[in-house]
C-alpha cells in the first residue's frame, strides 16, 4: 500500500551547517508531495510542496525536489539558523483527499 | 485573523469521562479533519468532514465521535476515555479540494492527558 517514510530524529547541527532530512514513499500512483512544519508549542503549517515529478518547491531558505526515479522528496537547506529549530514532517497525498504524515524530524539547530 | 481556533488547549481526564474538543475555522472552509499526534507516529486522522453534513473515518476512528455542526464548527468527542487517548490532538481545515493542493490550516493543538 501507499506509505512515507522518514529520517528519523532527533537531528542536532551547528547554526550555518547544512542540512538534509530524508523522505522517501511507495505509491501506486504519483503522489503530490509536502514538507510541514511545526515549531514549539504550535501547529503545523505548510513549509513548501510540489506535485509533479521534478518540481522543486522552496520556501524560507528550504528546498525539496520531487524525484519520481527515486520516490523521494528530501528537504535541505543550505546555511540552518537557530530559529529553524522545529519538527518537520513530510506528508504526501496519495490521491484519497487525504494527507499522510511521516513520522516527524526533530531538529535542533545549535548557536 | 484568528484561523483554526480549538479548545480547551490542555485538560486532564479521568478513566471513563467523556469530553468533547471544539474546533472553530473563521476561513470559510469547506473540509475539516481531526489528528492524533503521538511520539514516533507522527499524525494520524481519526475523522475528516469534506463538507457540512458529511463525516468519514480516517486511520484511527475508534473511540471517538464527531460532529460537523455547520460549516464552520468541527468537534470531537471521546465517550469513555482511556489512557490510550493520551495524545495531542490537531483540528485542521482546507478549501474544497485542499488535500490535493496540501495546504491544510491548523490549531494550536489539544493536549489530553487520560489517567
Known amino acids: 500500500g501507499d506509505s512515507v517514510t522518514q529520517m528519523e530524529g532527533p537531528v542536532t547541527l551547528s547554526e550555518e551547517a547544512f542540512l538534509t532530512i530524508n523522505c522517501t514513499y511507495t505509491?501506486?500512483?504519483?503522489?503530490?508531495l509536502f514538507w510541514y512544519v511545526q515549531y514549539p508549542g504550535e501547529g503545523l503549517q505548510l513549509l513548501l510542496k510540489?506535485?509533479?515529478?521534478?518540481d522543486k518547491g522552496s520556501n524560507k531558505g528550504f528546498e525539496a525536489t520531487y524525484r519520481k526515479e527515486t520516490t523521494s522528496f528530501h528537504l535541505e537547506k543550505g546555511s540552518v539558523q537557530v530559529s529553524d529549530s522545529a519538527v518537520y514532517f513530510c506528508?504526501?497525498?496519495?490521491?484519497?483527499?487525504?494527507?499522510?504524515f511521516g513520522t516527524g524530524t526533530r531538529l535542533t539547530i545549535i548557536p | 485573523n484568528a484561523g483554526v481556533t480549538q479548545t480547551p488547549k490542555f485538560q486532564v481526564l479521568k478513566t471513563g469521562q467523556s469530553m468533547t474538543l471544539q474546533c472553530a475555522q473563521d476561513?470559510?472552509?469547506?473540509?475539516m479533519y481531526w489528528y492524533r499526534q503521538d511520539p514516533g507516529m507522527g499524525l494520524r486522522l481519526i475523522y475528516y468532514?469534506?463538507?457540512?453534513?458529511?463525516?468519514d473515518k480516517g486511520e484511527v476512528p475508534n473511540g471517538y465521535n464527531v460532529s460537523r455542526l455547520n460549516k464552520r464548527e468541527f468537534s470531537l468527542r471521546l465517550e469513555s476515555a482511556a489512557p490510550s487517548q493520551t495524545s495531542v490532538y490537531f483540528c485542521?481545515?482546507?478549501?474544497?479540494?485542499?488535500?490535493?493542493?496540501?495546504?491544510?490550516?491548523f490549531g494550536e493543538g489539544s493536549r489530553l492527558t487520560v489517567l
Open positions: 485542521a481545515s482546507s478549501e474544497l479540494g485542499g488535500a490535493d493542493t496540501g495546504e491544510l490550516f
Open positions: 506528508a504526501p497525498n496519495f490521491g484519497n483527499e487525504k494527507l499522510t
Open positions: 468532514s469534506a463538507s457540512e453534513g458529511t463525516t
Open positions: 476561513m470559510n472552509h469547506n473540509s
Open positions: 510540489a506535485t509533479k515529478a521534478d
Open positions: 505509491a501506486t500512483g504519483y503522489p503530490s
